[in-house]
């Protein structure tokens, strides 16, 4: 087990390396520089070729991309970016928690709807609960996130007055933010009225963002049930007189539960790496935001430092749902 | 059996108590503005990059700083008309290179620290000795542009010394005579920071290295701006908010409101909900398809800023025969401005008779016009002896809208169609906003015509015909001697009256001469809710939210 995660954390360094040549590439074949981005109408080739000194970017490439090594690897220091002038680790800091909290509320919300929806709809196969959960999953993936988003803004804030519709929390309330966890910070401050107005603030991303993996999950839920439910010993352990109660639970969740924990955790991964149009409509402060007004900007730092930043957390993502399935199923052997 | 269906249950009950809950919660905000002065909080496109205006240029860390500093002089509000803020009165000598301001008295900046003199000057010499990536466009682009060069004397400064002459005088040398320094002296860029604090939290501080530029480490920019506006620095959360208060010790008029708040919401249908929500009071630059929806809520209102910006056609003279003016009037003549302003401008825009809004000094009536006449251009190329269809490389942008052009392409294809009316044969070209378009605009490879625009850095006709026509430019192509004569002479005249004669001259003589087509202004809309009292915009959009009050309650 321990060589098993060793191994895979090995592995790392080839895939960092190159995927930061690949980003590094990238943004560089990108039109324009961050001296367009900054300028605009204003931009002379004076002020241009200033710019492009300042930032080393008036070197060769694979000189730029040495340096940039270096300073990640030696100094760790994912540098400054361009238009905030601060360093980029400490707005990963500020951007990652409001991206984490946000993924988990989202997951939160698809996982207690969409597993236990899955779960019924293929004990019920074929019956109109079953059908109804089609009928919801197939929203759920087809339904633009944009529109889903406008649309429960303009009930439940515009019309409802229940609930608002943007950013993490209200700006009548103040805590202090020791862990950019706003629900942390809100209890660590013991604020109970804070700590409700960052749930509230929570609940409509949360349900915009965890639409399409809401629908994922009820529709593997559902499959996996189905397939275990027909194995030999599930019939062996009903014909064995074990209570129906039992045999749900241990012979066919259980066994089921291995191609689910699979997508949930493959789908928390890819909602870390940023929500892009969840965080835009909501105005949430997350990587999403963070990285497309990068690529905007041509904020070359930001984008180096950001990408590799949500590879590094896929790929953990990837070795966390890996050594889970040998958690869950003892069956299988990490070697 | 009996387990699956109460897991199916227990969700969604979860979920439905979650929505009681919030409804017994209410919103958070209608309780809130009944207080006597109340919150106000504003929605901006995004944060501001730093509260110090002598380093930034983009609007939105200009807007907090115009609420928070002063300079010398400042305009009038709605207007582009220069009055007194921390000077009271000024006057230039004869030579138009020396100007000496009569400052206030009795203002204390936020940190409870005299305003005088030696602060002002401390404040000039700051600028003008700024170093290394200081002196980078993206930093200090408006002393560039109004000044020109540094201490370091690399290029040429307008800006020479300033002396203290006594407390409360403050003379301020140039190299040069200019007269468009004052307007430029109204720019937040150059309100005046508290000395000490500019010092004390470190506000040049910083390190340099070769991959990663410049690297502030003071905090005076993001947690200690110190001016002597109407409303002081509280606090700013990045992504979140932007806090300030009511400065109880401000010399002029309070602010009527305890507390104003700046929320970052980029995305502008997201602006436009958490203004009907009641999230924010008031957001800026709102869509033209949104003007609508607002204006037809009882609970919002519109309010018109006036235009600050031009869009026009290029006509690069350097190739032949747009050297001929009858071929430049036959262009005039044959683009349908008319129907481009009123059909792609969501109700925004009027079509410019000039390079410059009319709210600027200098601004001519009475310029030579040129009305969309399809006949009238054809006979003009006649007249010029060129054969018909004359065939134009006319180039656009794409993946990008100005306020002066929300949407280029179908502003070219609008006046592709006209020029083919008119004896044109046009030939499109585009190519992405930057670098690509922009750099060709400027070094004049964007075929005989192209879209392209401007919007006003501030209130003096030289940064809107100056900019354009001054001097030699590879996107025009043209020399006229006595226009650029007349421009210069314009910019160094210190009497304004004359000032304003000149500049009128300039606009006819440009539109006689026709080295461009101006074809659009555009006013920007704001949007609040109808309870907001007291705003009054800008052209130059930096208005004081210090008159601004919430009435009647929610």
Not at chain 1, 219 to 246: C, F
Request: proline content about 7%; charged content about 20%; some cysteine.
């Amino acid at each position: 087990m321990l060589r098993f995660v060793i191994r895979r954390l090995l592995l790392l360094v080839p895939i960092l390396l190159g995927l930061s040549i690949l980003v590094f590439a990238w943004i560089r074949a990108l039109p324009g520089g961050p001296a367009e981005a900054l300028l605009g109408e204003r931009l002379t080739p004076e002020s241009r070729a200033q710019i492009e000194e300042q930032y080393g970017l008036d070197d060769p490439v694979f000189v730029q991309y040495w340096r940039y090594v270096k300073t990640t690897v030696v100094d760790r220091d994912l540098g400054t970016s361009i238009n905030t002038r601060r360093p980029v680790s400490e707005e990963l800091k500020e951007r990652f928690p409001a991206t984490i909290e946000l993924a988990v509320a989202a997951m939160l919300f698809a996982m207690v709807l969409g597993v236990p929806l899955g779960y019924v709809a293929a004990k019920r196969y074929g019956g109109p609960i079953d059908q109804a959960s089609l009928v919801v999953s197939l929203l759920g993936v087809s339904m633009p996130i944009f529109f889903l988003a406008i649309l429960l803004k303009y009930i439940f804030a515009i019309k409802l007055g229940l609930l608002p519709t943007v950013g993490r929390m209200s700006v009548l309330i103040d805590i202090e933010h020791p862990t950019n966890f706003y629900v942390l910070d809100a209890i660590i401050a013991g604020n109970p009225e804070a700590l409700w107005d960052v749930i509230k603030h929570l609940i409509l991303p949360a349900i915009a963002l965890g639409s399409i993996p809401l629908a994922i999950v009820a529709r593997i839920t559902r499959a996996a049930t189905l397939d275990v439910q027909n194995e030999d010993y599930v019939r062996t352990a009903r014909a064995k007189g074990l209570p129906p109660r039992t045999v749900d639970v241990r012979h066919i969740f259980r066994n089921a539960l291995l191609p689910i924990a699979t997508i949930i955790g493959l789908q928390t991964g890819l909602l870390l790496s940023g929500a892009v149009l969840t965080e835009t409509v909501f105005a949430w402060p997350g990587m999403g935001t963070w990285l497309v007004e990068a690529i905007d900007n041509r904020n070359y730092p930001v984008l180096q430092g950001g990408i590799l930043f949500v590879s590094l957390v896929f790929v953990m993502v990837n070795l966390v749902v890996d050594l889970s399935y040998a958690l869950i199923n003892p069956r299988i052997r990490v070697s | 059996m009996k387990l699956s269906r109460l897991w199916f249950v227990f969700p969604l009950a979860l979920v439905a108590l979650a929505f009681a809950a919030a409804g017994c919660g209410g919103s958070s905000k209608s309780d809130s503005s009944s207080s006597a002065g109340g919150e106000l909080v504003f929605g901006t496109a995004s944060d501001p990059v730093a509260l110090d205006g002598a380093l930034v240029s983009d609007g939105e860390s200009l807007r907090p700083i115009d609420q928070m500093f002063e300079g010398l002089v400042t305009l009038k509000e709605g207007t582009t008309e220069v009055v007194p803020a921390l000077a009271t009165s000024w006057k230039a000598d004869a030579a138009g290179t020396s100007w000496t301001f009569d400052l206030r008295e009795n203002v204390k900046f936020h940190d409870g620290t005299e305003f005088n003199a030696d602060a002002v000057c401390f404040n000039f010499d700051r600028w003008y000795n700024f170093k290394g990536p200081f002196q980078q466009q993206s930093a200090t682009y408006y002393w560039q542009t109004v000044f020109g060069g540094f201490s370091d004397k690399k290029t040429p400064s307008l800006y020479k010394s300033c002396e203290a002459t006594d407390d409360h005088t403050v003379v301020i040398n140039l190299t040069k005579p200019s007269a468009s320094f004052l307007g430029a002296l109204a720019l937040t860029n150059f309100t005046i920071a508290s000395p000490e604090a500019l010092q004390k939290y470190g506000a040049d501080k910083g390190s340099v290295d070769e991959e990663t530029g410049f690297k502030p480490t003071g905090s005076y920019a993001t947690q200690h701006p110190t001016g002597t506006g109407p409303f002081k620095f509280v606090s700013w959360t990045r992504g979140d908010r932007l806090v300030m208060e009511k400065n109880d010790d401000y010399w002029g008029d309070k602010a009527k409101l305890d507390r104003l708040i700046f929320r970052p919401i980029s995305d502008n249908a997201a602006r436009l909900q958490a203004l009907q929500s009641g999230e924010i009071e008031g957001y800026d630059l709102v869509e033209p398809q949104d003007v609508k929806t607002i204006e037809g809520d009882d609970s919002l209102q519109i309010l018109d800023r006036p235009a600050f910006n031009v869009g026009y056609v290029t006509i690069n003279q350097k190739v032949s025969p747009f050297d001929k003016i009858e071929v430049r009037q036959a262009v005039a003549a044959g683009l349908d401005r008319e129907a481009v302003v009123k059909n792609f401008y969501g109700g925004r825009g009027e079509v410019a008779k000039a390079f410059m809004p009319p709210s600027l000094e200098g601004y001519a009536e009475d310029v030579q016009t040129y009305p969309y006449d399809p006949a009238k251009a054809k006979s003009l190329l006649q007249k010029a002896g060129v054969q018909m269809p004359l065939k134009v490389d006319f180039w656009y942008p794409t993946d990008i809208s100005r306020p002066y052009m929300p949407d280029p392409k179908r502003n070219f294809e609008a006046f592709a169609a006209s020029l083919n009316k008119s004896g044109f044969k046009v030939v499109p070209h585009s190519a992405p906003w930057s670098p690509d378009y922009l750099g060709r605009v400027d070094e004049g490879t964007a075929g005989h015509l192209n879209l392209i625009g401007w919007t006003g850095d501030f209130a003096d006709p030289d940064n809107f015909i100056g900019v354009f026509f001054q001097s030699f430019s590879p996107q025009f192509g043209f020399r006229n001697p006595e226009l650029f004569n007349l421009l210069d002479q314009g910019e160094a005249e210190p009497d304004e009256a004359k000032r304003e004669d000149i500049y009128k001259q300039a606009n006819r003589l440009i539109m006689d001469f026709l080295p461009a087509v101006p074809y659009a202004h555009s006013k920007p809309a704001l949007g609040f809710r109808a309870d907001v009292e007291g705003y009054e915009p800008s052209p130059t959009t930096n208005e004081s939210f210090a008159p601004v009050s919430i009435g009647g309650g929610d």
